[in-house]
């Protein structure tokens, strides 16, 4: 009984204080709590960039290049993704399928990405399924950057042998 009115008095002189500061300092009471409590659209996302500056990418088996997906899951099959003058692509993330017509079941599959001519980015392996088909993910710490007026491409959706999802944020150029 004694150490529960010892705890209710400690609570009652915590709700006396913020009570006080409140009608004291009701502005910076108010900043604090709103701080705490408020989520704001448009501010830094998870991975510390400005929602406007995240780039998700889609690399679709037949095409020689990857599509910037918008903001409602959409894209253009006819547009290139080419990063934006002015800014590099730091890529993050990394997702592949890989599902070549002669697969062996328990080999290394792999894919990359790439920028144009021929230049590797980024590469994911992973065991091939009973099918001869694998898939991975990569996510890249630190980044892989790529340069303003680049297209970026998947080697097996280029090929028509799979597909691929690109993430990452865009920084301007120093």
Do not use: W
Request: charged letters at 10%.
């Amino acid at each position: 009984m004694r150490l529960l009115k010892q705890a209710l008095g400690v609570f009652g002189a915590l709700v006396v204080l913020a009570v006080i500061v409140a009608f004291v300092a009701p502005n910076r009471a108010r900043a604090v709590a709103a701080t705490l409590v408020q989520i704001v659209p448009g501010t830094t996302t998870h991975v510390g960039q400005h929602e406007s500056q995240l780039v998700s990418l889609i690399c679709l088996g037949g095409f020689t290049h990857c599509f910037e997906i918008d903001g409602e899951g959409g894209y253009s099959s006819s547009t290139a993704y080419v990063v934006p003058s002015g800014h590099t692509l730091i890529v993050t993330d990394y997702q592949f399928y890989y599902s070549p017509s002669t697969g062996v079941a328990g080999a290394f599959g792999g894919d990359s990405f790439v920028a144009g001519p021929n230049r590797a980015l980024g590469n994911g392996y992973a065991i091939n399924d009973i099918n001869g088909v694998s898939a991975g993910h990569e996510h890249y710490a630190s980044g892989i950057r790529v340069s303003s007026g680049v297209t970026i491409y998947d080697t097996a959706a280029s090929a028509g042998q799979g597909y691929a999802h690109i993430q990452g944020y865009l920084v301007p150029n120093d």
